[in-house]
């Protein structure tokens, strides 16, 4: 079992489990051993979202750039630039990379080439108008949170926003969505949970 884990936000390191636990959860504990595999640096300023697969690590900096690293290796692919502020989340499946900043865009990129293939903003595509704090996608949806104290659905197809949920009174933090189910928190103090089947 891998984990990925920011340390020192400058960079990042990758874990192995070296035990699995005996408990009945199942989760870390003090009988679990980690051993650091590897770690990477490239980034200029606090790394602030990373996801990985089996393959690559994608991470998001507060240097307005996101990496894709080679996982066995640890020596970075590529290096995208376009943001005009920091990355502060992100998502990424076998084609593309979904990131969001604190400029209020969330930019598709081709995580092949590194192009940044479409951007959505609050001018051209209804798009957020705070820092955006959290995305979740799937095949068919991306789902993204902001300080504007909105929820914004897009298609992941066409890039066209579907619905903007408007139930929080402060900026959204975070955000899980399933097929039927949205649930979000927010700096209000409040988890809101809304019908997506009846979207």
């Given amino acids: 079992m891998l984990f990925v884990i920011l340390y020192d936000t400058l960079y990042i390191v990758v874990y192995r489990c070296m035990s699995l636990c005996h408990c009945s959860c199942m989760s870390l504990c003090h009988e679990c051993m980690l051993c650091c595999m590897r770690v990477v640096r490239g980034h ?3 790394v602030l979202c990373v996801q990985f697969n089996a393959r690559r690590i994608v991470s998001g900096s507060a240097d307005r750039t996101i990496k894709v690293w080679d996982l066995s290796e640890g020596f970075c692919i ?15 499946d076998d084609n593309r990379i ?16 590194g192009q940044c293939v479409e951007t959505l903003d609050w001018i051209r595509s209804e798009g957020h108008t ?42 959204v933090t975070c955000l899980q969505f399933s097929d039927w189910m949205i649930v979000s928190g927010s700096y209000d103090k409040t988890v809101k949970l809304y019908d997506f089947s009846a979207c």
Avoid: P
């Avoid at 630039?81 to 502060?88: E, L, R, S």
């Avoid at 979904?98 to 080439?113: A, M």
């Avoid at 820092?131 to 890039?159: C, F, M, P, Y």
């Fill in 98 to 113: 979904i990131s969001g900043s604190v400029d209020s865009d969330l930019k598709f990129w081709d995580i092949i080439t």
């Fill in 44 to 46: 200029e300023e606090a």
């Fill in 130 to 171: 705070g820092v955006i704090r959290h995305l979740q996608a799937d095949k068919w949806r991306i789902i993204s949170a902001a300080d504007d104290k909105t929820l914004k659905v897009w298609s992941v197809e066409t890039g066209q926003r579907l619905l903007t949920l408007r139930c929080h009174t402060d900026g």
């Fill in 78 to 92: 590529n290096t995208l630039c376009g943001h005009h502020d920091a990355v502060t989340c992100l998502h990424f």
